[in-house]
């Protein structure tokens, strides 16, 4: 859906909104550069760098970029970066980021990303934390690959850094307005400047409301209006001579729009036996929902309500920095909190096949503190010690009456979850001469993840009876996973020319191990599946040409995957016969390769043509998967070798 869009600008207190975010960042002008790219300054190394001298695969997105391109959720980075996809898993607010094949689909709470996800430094570890930050932004980093050095929390895809916009001494203020189809209107301003010696302060805000481009194929009912509010106030002391600050961020937001619908593609015959009719397929805007009166009257809807979020969340950071002459200091202490209410109709039908209700509260706090050295000769460093603590107290409901009968119209999983992780990193960049640059890191992680008090319970037979331990004397017996992992990364750097970088690295990432945490039929599918590693190779190289008027970066790579967790099942021998059960397993061996290509051409100073290209291939090498039909027909595990064969991801991305 594209929108038609009407946008109004004012101009307060004498400035404007910011035009051009990073003209002060600017490499000087060559001789003929009069049009050149601008180079935008990023900190993805923790430490501020040109984007185009940085020897890794990173694609910086300017504030000016995101409005330009109509990006108000991290979702909508897929549209302008190589090699990333971002999926709402079943139309929900659970957000499922791929890049370079490397992704984790789950559409429940508790389990960590692939692709790690910070704001102003601050790692967001749960993926549902991620919906609604993008508003006053300076810039977003992408960086692909796994990120087992530096950041707060390791990845094994890669990370989305976003950096808002920070106080300044200057008085400004500004608000851009947007209305468009669908009755789709946005609303985002600031203010900000100083308030006193040493002081200054910058307040944002942002709305999003309508926008309904669904509509019930049945009732004519529109589905898909935003309601979403979010604001952030960031207040910076200074000391006088500038060696010594501390900025505070208070943020939130309320959503409290429609769900998406889902759309079926096919024509869906039902399940008679239950007395369900055939369903057509959905076309174009259309969509269905609905749900039986038994899970309606359990989580306290209408059978006919719209799929909704009614999600709260806010958060506190605190970013002090010090010169200490040898190294600058930095310490980062945060706290974000969600309070997650979310109906959703998986099946786009009106029958109640399939509908889940979360209740979920989310508290997740961090401290990071780390040294960077400062000084101009051919060494640099930095290390630092990061500790997180994250709690999930979640209430899982499902319905599926139309699809396995009344007895399962409601089905409800409560269940919590405590993890803790603390690391130790340290990376160094040593210029051979002014042309060759070696660069090595090491990070050593420990952490340890706890699901208890979960149960599965099902009130048609025993509101008391827990099937996941088939008792009727409380919740399933903790589970626990944990990892104690050293990673890190080292690389090569050699500049051609001073318009021409060229770089080879090989680094190591993991990913947190986790739970199956859906409706648990038997404890097995409750034990943990363990964390994924990943060993990356890569080669690439970074250009300005043409009196720096066309960009060119380009990159292979390929992954050796260790582990992958995979969504499959496993089969429970019981007394009766083998009982198969949905569950996240971890696939021993699989391998990822490809490409990506990028290209900016300015063409004129008022014209600006962009093209990117990423291509991958992803394919198991030892995995031994359950082959879920035969093992039910059989009554006993009958496994498939999925050895060559493709993991499911798309092999372009244009």
Known sequence: MQLRTLILTSLLAGSALP?????????????????GNEEVVVTAQRRSQKSQSVGIALTPVTGETLSERGVTTINGLENIVPSLEAENQFGSGQVSFTIRGIGFRDYATNNTSTVGLYVDEVAYALPILSQGVLFDIDRVEVLRGPQGTLYGRNSTGGAINVITKKPT???????????????AFRLEGYAGGKLADNITARLSASTEQGGAWQVNRESGEELGDADKTAGRLQVNFASPDDKISLLLNVHGYTDQGDGIGKQLFTDFPGLPVFGVLPQPAHTGRQTSWGTSAAYADYIGIETDTKPFRDNTAWGFSATF????????????????????REYNDYDGLSDGYADVYFESDVQETSHEVRLASNDDGPFSWVTGLYYASEKLDELYTSGFAASNGPAFAVLY????????T???FAQ??????????????????????DLFDLGTFAPYFDPTYNFANGSTDGTLESRS????????KIALEYKVSDRVLTYVSASRGIKSGGFTAYNSFNPAAVDPFG???????????????????LRLNASVFYYDYEDQQIQSAICVTLTSGCTVVGKIVNAPKSEVYGGEIEAIWRATPELTISQSLGWKRATFQEFQDLNVPASQAAGAPDYVDRSGQDVGVPKLSY
């Open 19 to 35: 035009v051009l975010a990073f003209a002060q960042d600017a490499a000087p002008a060559a001789a003929g550069d009069t049009a």
């Open 169 to 183: 001494e200057e008085t400004e203020a500004g608000f851009t307005a947007e209305y468009g189809r669908f009755d």
């Open 321 to 340: 920095k010090a010169d200490l002459g040898f190294a600058d200091l930095t310490y980062i202490g945060a706290y974000e909190h969600l309070d997650r």
């Open 413 to 420: 999983v409560p269940y919590k979850q405590e993890a803790e």
């Open 422 to 424: 603390f690391g130790v």
């Open 428 to 449: 160094g960049e040593y210029a051979v001469d002014d042309k060759l640059k070696v660069i090595a890191g090491l990070r050593w992680e420990q952490e340890d993840r």
């Open 481 to 488: 996973t944990s990892l104690d992992e050293v990673t890190g």
């Open 531 to 549: 964390p994924e590693k990943l060993w990356a190779y890569e080669a690439g190289v970074k250009s300005d040409l043409i009196h720096n008027t």
